[in-house]
């Protein structure tokens, strides 16, 4: 399956990915990193690693978001990409791209959705004093940060921790998560066995991931 990686900074998720689809048997190709942002430093390590590239950048656009989401389409249907994978990707996309790409447009976000939707997830985890953070892959629907679940991580919040440590750890696990849920995803819409209806996702299994306090360098 032919898939691009949208971002708007670092990419770490974005090389996350990548790696993972250099294996062999990885049921995804890369075929284009895009971004809205110039000087996004992930588009530089993906033209590295010898990946197509291509920038859109939605301030050329104003306003006019749906005119950004069409540029970017017409990028999209160029390298004939087949499912879209969100990697901090900055922008809120228009019901028109999410119902295009229904099913077929992937987030990671930073957080155990439903809990802490929205950005600046790991101040707001230690501010509300919960003890289980982490992240989740999940498929796309118009309101920010819902949808069916494809894979959860969890990062038990440890004595101590700021904002900058827990998400350091949080990112570690969001490295390994992306990658297994996203292919466990492919096979079952590969192999036809994957349906969604609703929030619910059938026919494949979730990938659950808990790495305590440690996170999941030290295991
Ligand atoms: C990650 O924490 C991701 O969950 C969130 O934005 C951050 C992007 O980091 N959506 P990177 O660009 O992948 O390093």
Known sequence: ???????????SNMRALLDAAKAPDFPADVALVLSNK????????AADAGFATAIVDHKVFGRDREAFERAMQAELEKARVELVCLAGFMRLLTPWFVSTWHNRLVNIH???????????THQRALDAGVTEHGCT??????????????GQAKVTV???????????????AEHLLYPRALEGYIRGLED?????????VAGITPVLLDYGRTGPANR
Request: glycine content about 14%.
């Open 1 to 11: 399956m032919r898939i691009a990686i949208l971002i708007s900074g670092r990419g």
């Open 110 to 120: 930073p957080s155990l959705l439903p809990a802490f939707k929205g950005l600046d």
């Open 137 to 150: 892959v999940h498929l796309v629907r118009p309101e920010m940060d819902t949808g069916p679940v494809l």
């Open 158 to 172: 440890a004595p101590g921790d700021d904002a900058a440590r827990l998400a350091a750890r949080v990112l570690e």
């Open 192 to 200: 036809g066995g994957v349906t969604v209806e609703g929030d619910a």
């Open 38 to 45: 110039p000087d996004a430093a992930g588009l530089q390590v």
